[in-house]
């Protein structure tokens, strides 16, 4: 596990004031200690397993997608590096963009959630930490605070995810993806009943399509 620390600094459009992150830099880090639920696809190709926690700040979703596709690492890594094309594999997210550089493997990023009825509207804005390894490359998504907006909505306060891209030939990659977030307001139990499993393998497997 790895604390972050963030100072005061100003970039353009984005203030950021003195926070400490969290940031959980293994996905072994999110599976400990939790009473999944494991379900497959259909196709028996992707795997979630879930587990949803009701707190004072709502539902809290703890949840791990994987898949293997026939597309390659380095294409993966490129087209995830691009946060303008995070709006294709995300349902619901119709505005996801990169706000700030910090480097060529982090910056900082806003999503901006269009929720189904009866929830509202909410937006976030994260820091991606692009980390490479050996046949392996990993984003590390964690919710900042920040005072970058663009609609007067709630936002997300709490959302850790990962996304792991592992090289299984020249031609396949298996995708994990490692999510740990509460969702804005009170989710009604129909909903995610109807999101589980198939919300988390779209995901996945949209990601693995490039779309």
């Known amino acids: 596990m790895e604390f972050i620390i963030l100072k005061s600094f100003k970039m353009k459009h984005l203030t950021f004031f003195s926070i400490i992150l969290f940031s959980l830099v293994s996905t072994n880090s999110f599976s400990q200690d939790r009473n999944w639920t494991i379900e497959n696809s259909k196709d028996g190709i992707s795997t979630v397993k879930y587990e949803l926690i009701k707190e004072k700040e709502g539902t809290h979703f703890y949840y791990i997608a994987q898949t293997t596709v026939q597309t390659?690492?380095?294409?993966?890594d490129?087209?995830?590096?691009?946060?303008?094309?995070h709006k294709s594999f995300l349902e619901r997210t119709p505005v996801t963009k990169e706000i700030e550089k910090i480097s060529n493997d982090e910056w900082i990023a806003y999503y901006y959630f269009n929720a189904p009825w009866p929830l509202s509207d909410s937006d976030l804005v994260i820091n991606i930490k692009r980390i490479k390894e050996d046949n392996k490359v990993k984003f590390i998504a964690t919710g900042v605070v920040s005072d970058y907006t663009t609609e007067d909505v709630e936002r997300m306060k709490t959302?850790?995810?990962i996304y792991e891209f592992e090289?299984?030939?020249?031609?396949?990659t298996r995708i994990t993806y490692n999510a740990d977030y509460i969702p804005v307001g009170s989710i009604p139990k129909?909903?995610?009943?109807t999101w589980f499993p198939d919300g988390p393998i779209n995901i996945v497997?949209?990601?693995g399509e490039l779309k």
């Open 190 to 193: 129909f909903l995610i009943k």
């Open 167 to 172: 090289r299984v030939d020249d031609t396949t």
């Open 159 to 161: 959302y850790r995810v």
């Open 205 to 207: 497997t949209n990601l």
């Open 72 to 76: 390659s690492l380095d294409q993966l």
């Open 78 to 85: 490129a087209y995830f590096s691009d946060t303008e094309n």
